[in-house]
């Protein structure tokens, strides 16, 4: 299996047990929320490592560059998130936006050497 599909079925598990919490405690708006915010965390994950996996064995220089363009994948992934709270207030609860984005993110981050290798 590739590490695409690993990663993508690792963030899919995560993204389920979210909207499962998120249906539970709030209801389908709050289930909504936690997928828009769990996408784009995944989102920020497959293109971070998509960027940096291949610079893995490369010198310092080439693997600091990509290192610095995943860490600025994820800046934007929170920057629209942030975004999309603010924006969508009044129609998604921005807490569960903000559960599901940092669910999926963190989840993904600890499980991340797994996919760099």
Same mark, same amino acid.
């Given at each position: 299996?590739?590490?695409? =599909?690993?990663?993508?079925?690792t963030g899919a598990a =995560?993204?389920?047990l979210v909207a499962v919490a998120a249906f539970a405690a709030g209801g389908l708006l709050a289930l909504l929320a936690a997928?828009?915010?769990?996408?784009? =965390?995944?989102?920020?994950q497959i293109a971070a490592?998509?960027?940096?996996?291949?610079g893995m064995?490369?010198? =310092?220089p080439e693997f600091n560059r990509r290192w610095a363009t995943g860490i600025a994948a994820r800046v934007a992934s929170f920057a629209l998130?942030?975004?999309l709270m603010l924006g969508l207030k009044t129609t998604l609860p921005p807490l569960w936006t903000?559960?599901?984005?940092?669910?999926?993110?963190?989840?993904?981050? &600890?499980?991340?050497?797994? &996919?760099l290798r």
């Amino acid at each position: 299996m590739s590490w695409v =599909a690993k990663l993508v079925l690792t963030g899919a598990a =995560a993204q389920t047990l979210v909207a499962v919490a998120a249906f539970a405690a709030g209801g389908l708006l709050a289930l909504l929320a936690a997928l828009v915010g769990s996408t784009v =965390a995944l989102g920020a994950q497959i293109a971070a490592v998509a960027v940096l996996r291949p610079g893995m064995k490369a010198a =310092a220089p080439e693997f600091n560059r990509r290192w610095a363009t995943g860490i600025a994948a994820r800046v934007a992934s929170f920057a629209l998130v942030a975004a999309l709270m603010l924006g969508l207030k009044t129609t998604l609860p921005p807490l569960w936006t903000a559960v599901g984005y940092l669910t999926v993110l963190l989840s993904l981050l &600890f499980a991340e050497t797994r &996919f760099l290798r």
